[in-house]
């Protein structure tokens, strides 16, 4: 695998169920991102991660729960959603030094819908 | 205010044509300014970063106004592999270089 991989692809979930997003980077970075996308919306940024440490966190809801066990992985944990999450969630990941260093690269998404 | 403003389109045009977007960033701490690409249903892609001289990339030319705070994507002979989302994006360091999207113009290129 090369890049940065998400999964799952979809995700169909009722408010009450817990599920996890994964994402891994294979590209040496160290800095992880995720957004949230929503219909006619800019991406918005939910959390960074530099060095494994969380760095940010974009005012975002309790129910959406990061994890970055290592430099290559990340989470997101999700539970007792409300259908106005239902929104393209993307994982980015850049490396936060050297020349290239405001270029992120972009996971395909997860597309997630709540009932 | 949004802190990046962009046309939303759509732009629809033929091939062949010369197209140019606009867009404006209200921050003016920002230091690095990029247009990114997003197919439909897909991930955004970096299309090119964007310089203070201004640069080109074949038929892509992007222009930076420091002082007017806007930036600027001209394409030209437009194909219609051309057709997606492009989205201005900003970014200042704040421990980490934080990067601010617009929400995208849209182009369709027809034959």
């Known amino acids: 695998e090369t890049g940065v991989t998400q999964t799952p692809r979809h995700l169909v979930m009722g408010m009450t169920n817990k599920k996890s997003l994964k994402c891994e980077q294979h590209?040496?970075?160290?800095?992880m991102y995720w957004y949230k996308q929503s219909a006619k919306k800019p991406l918005e940024l939910m959390f960074v991660y530099n060095f494994k440490e969380q760095t940010e966190n974009n005012s975002v809801p309790s129910r959406f729960s990061p994890e970055c066990p290592n430099s290559s992985h990340l989470f997101l944990h999700l539970h007792t959603l409300q259908p106005e999450d239902s929104a393209l969630y993307l994982c980015a990941s850049s490396q936060e030094d050297g020349p290239t260093a405001d270029e992120q690269f972009f996971g395909p998404g997860t597309r997630l819908t709540v009932l | 205010r949004k802190e990046v403003e962009q046309d939303p389109g759509p732009f629809n045009v033929p091939e062949g044509a010369t197209v140019a977007f606009n867009c404006t960033y209200s921050?003016?701490?920002?230091?690095?300014f990029f247009w990114y690409r997003q197919d439909c249903r897909k991930e955004p892609k970096l299309l090119m970063s964007?310089?203070?001289s201004g640069n080109e990339d074949g038929r892509f030319t992007a222009q930076l106004n420091r002082a007017s705070q806007y930036i600027s994507l001209l394409i030209r002979d437009s194909k219609l592999s051309d057709s997606a989302t492009y989205l201005c994006?900003?970014?200042?360091?704040?421990?980490?270089?934080?990067?601010?999207f617009g929400a995208g113009t849209r182009l369709a290129v027809h034959p």
């Open positions: 964007v310089y203070s």
């Open positions: 921050n003016s701490a920002s230091q690095s």
């Open positions: 590209l040496g970075h160290n800095a």
């Open positions: 994006v900003v970014s200042y360091s704040g421990g980490y270089n934080k990067l601010i």
